[in-house]
């Protein structure tokens, strides 16, 4: 039977990269993954494919809506060939899960390719075509997630379908019901109507992207207006039913009556829930709590003392970058060292176009504890870089300490946010207070200067451009 020092369960973000650091710090690692590929949820059917779809839709609706304001004109009609467009997400993913191949190869990690299931606290069986057994000093579970659903739903993934199916649809959608105004669906919704499905928006809470800064959210939802998605927020979905190649979705609005929703697809996404199903987790002692979760403690390490847990399976944001960050802080705790993560500090972000992108204490959260605060805003379309490619909605916010000045919450809407907001989490990593940011220089023509902008009116309420 092989042996290892570290055995992590899982190849996505967060366990390959955990095997890596493992690796790196010269323990004896193995990956196991049920999967064909590596690279997990973000790699195979997240992140990275919807990334790839965003992309293609924004470069259609530019040649249809923009290209000819920017004087290129385009002889007869430009037209969608989706099977291409959805063969190039493919060949983008597997060359990035190939990318993870030779990672494990370059750090001498072994892959098992099969279900990983606990026999008991160093033990894991692992089955499939190459069934066999190892045994782990030490093991990472990071089993990540799939796509939760009401309880009501029956997702049939071919009409009534999760993000998973909606990366490899085989048509373009006429009316695409999204059920869930978060990232996810968002995303999605945002690319098949740039391909041009008309796109309902149905979300339980008072607004979409509730859990993020409401300036955000309400920005967001008048920029999508704009692009004619229709989003009816305060909706309590009763029932989703497919009759024939329809699909009829009922849903109680905010005075209690009925409102019916009648498209050709539906995509349910209302967030996600913890994998651990074959995972065998009691075998070795490891705790869930009552979420699905596994339980961890602030060194991620669960009820079994040698075996920890990172990424979506535990408490947190689902992200890749925080499970990386965890992946990572696994590692080096395993090889003695004293690491640590600021979870104030994993910054969010809605790959929209306008992008939506945070990091730190939303107003609400502010108000809520509190902290006196002050606020500086600068609007993208005061910017010569907005005007010349033509992306002016959005906004920066910047929420300051009121008596200190420090940073305490960054929250954008705007092209390239999603890039931008790099330069806020480095800055409230250093505890950086709104005068230092808006005396650094940032590259003029750019969309940082709203940064810098923002950081001047939360200053002293003096920025130059406005
Ligand atoms: P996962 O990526 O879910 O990987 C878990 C792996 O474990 C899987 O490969 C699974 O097959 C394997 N596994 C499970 N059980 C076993 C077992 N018993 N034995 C062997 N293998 C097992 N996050 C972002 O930060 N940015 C984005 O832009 C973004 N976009 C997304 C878009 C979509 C459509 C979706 C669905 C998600 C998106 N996410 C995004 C979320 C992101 O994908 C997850 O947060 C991330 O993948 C979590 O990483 P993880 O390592 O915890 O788990």
Redo the contacts with the bound molecule.
């Keep these: 039977m092989n042996s290892y020092d570290v055995a992590v369960?899982?190849?996505?973000?967060?366990?390959?990269?955990a095997a890596i650091r493992c690796a790196q710090l010269g323990m004896k690692t193995a990956i196991?993954?049920?999967?064909s590929t590596?690279?997990?949820?973000?790699?195979?059917?997240?992140?990275?494919?919807?990334?790839a779809l965003l992309d293609s839709s924004h470069h259609y609706e530019d040649a249809v809506k923009h290209f000819e304001e920017h004087g290129i004109e385009i002889p007869g009609d430009v037209k969608v060939n989706l099977e291409k467009m959805i063969a190039r997400k493919q060949a983008v993913v597997d060359q990035t899960t190939g990318g993870i191949d030779f990672l494990m190869k370059k750090n001498n990690i072994d892959v098992y390719r099969?279900?990983?299931?606990f026999k008991d606290a160093t033990h894991i069986a692992?089955s499939g075509e190459e069934a066999t057994e190892i045994e782990a000093k030490n093991t990472i579970i990071?089993?990540?997630?799939?796509?939760s659903n009401l309880p009501f739903i029956n997702i049939d993934k071919e009409r009534i379908i999760?993000?998973?199916e909606?990366?490899k649809l085989k048509e373009i959608p006429k009316h695409l019901i999204v059920i869930g105004g978060g990232?996810?669906g968002l995303?999605?919704g945002q690319v098949y109507k740039r391909l041009g499905a008309e796109v309902s928006v149905v979300e339980f809470m008072d607004r979409i992207i509730p859990t993020m800064d409401a300036g955000l959210s309400k920005e967001l939802n008048k920029v999508l207006k704009k692009q004619k998605f229709k989003i009816n927020a305060s909706h309590k979905v009763k029932s989703v039913e497919r009759v024939g190649d329809e699909v009829i979705v009922k849903a109680d609005n905010k005075k209690g009556e009925e409102v019916e929703f009648k498209g050709d697809y539906c995509l349910v996404?209302v967030g996600?829930r913890p994998?651990?199903?074959?995972?065998n987790a009691e075998a070795a002692g490891v705790k869930l709590n009552e979420r699905g979760q596994v339980e961890v403690n602030e060194h991620l390490q669960t009820s079994a003392a040698n075996i920890y847990a990172?990424?979506?399976?535990v408490k947190g944001?689902?992200?890749?970058?925080?499970?990386?960050e965890?992946?990572v802080f696994v590692a080096e705790t395993l090889a003695g060292q004293k690491p640590h993560i600021d979870y104030n500090l994993i910054p969010g972000?809605v790959?929209t176009w306008p992008e939506v992108a945070a990091v730190g204490k939303t107003e609400e959260q502010l108000k809520e504890a509190g902290v006196a605060y002050k606020s500086g805003q600068f609007p993208m379309r005061a910017l010569g870089r907005s005007r010349a490619s033509m992306d002016l909605d959005g906004f920066v916010k910047i929420l300051a300490d009121k008596t200190t000045d420090e940073i305490l919450g960054v929250h954008m809407v705007g092209a390239r946010a999603a890039d931008m907001i790099a330069e806020a989490v480095v800055a409230m990593e250093y505890r950086a207070s709104a005068e230092d940011v808006s005396r650094m220089s940032h590259a003029h023509p750019t969309f940082t200067e709203a940064i810098k902008e923002a950081a001047l009116a939360a200053t002293e309420d003096r920025p130059l451009h406005i």
Aim: charged share 15%; hydrophobic share 35%.
């Design positions: 369960i899982g190849s996505g973000p967060g366990g390959y990269v196991i993954e049920k999967y590596l690279g997990g949820t973000c790699l195979n059917v997240g992140c990275i494919p919807s990334k099969g279900m990983g299931s692992i990071a089993t990540g997630s799939k796509p999760t993000s998973t909606a990366l990232v996810i995303e999605l996404s996600r994998y651990t199903d074959g995972l990172i990424g979506d399976v944001a689902m992200l890749a970058h925080k499970a990386e965890e992946g972000v790959y």
